[in-house]
């Protein structure tokens, strides 16, 4: 576990706008999902909520790993 979360922070310390990117593109997907109304994954906006979390958490990353 200790060396799993040693190479993650390695990792995110090499691309450290990596998280936000992703965060971005989860919120960009969940936007273009809208289009297709039926499904509760659309209804429920998951995308939307889990790429804002994980924008969030990818900035407040930004200065501790850099």
């Known amino acids: 576990m200790n060396?799993?979360?040693d190479t993650l922070s390695a990792f995110l310390a090499?691309?450290?706008g990596l998280l936000p990117l992703i965060g971005?593109?989860?919120i960009i997907l969940n936007l273009v999902l809208q289009f297709f109304q039926g499904f509760w994954?659309?209804?429920s906006?998951?995308?939307l909520?889990?790429?804002l979390i994980i924008s969030l958490i990818g900035i407040l990353l930004i200065r501790?790993?850099?």
Do not use: Q, R
Request: aromatic share 10%.
């Open 14 to 16: 090499k691309y450290p």
């Open 41 to 43: 994954i659309v209804e």
């Open 3 to 5: 060396k799993l979360l």
């Open 64 to 66: 501790p790993l850099g």
């Open 49 to 51: 909520h889990i790429g």
């Open 24 to 26: 971005l593109a989860l």
């Open 45 to 47: 906006n998951l995308f």
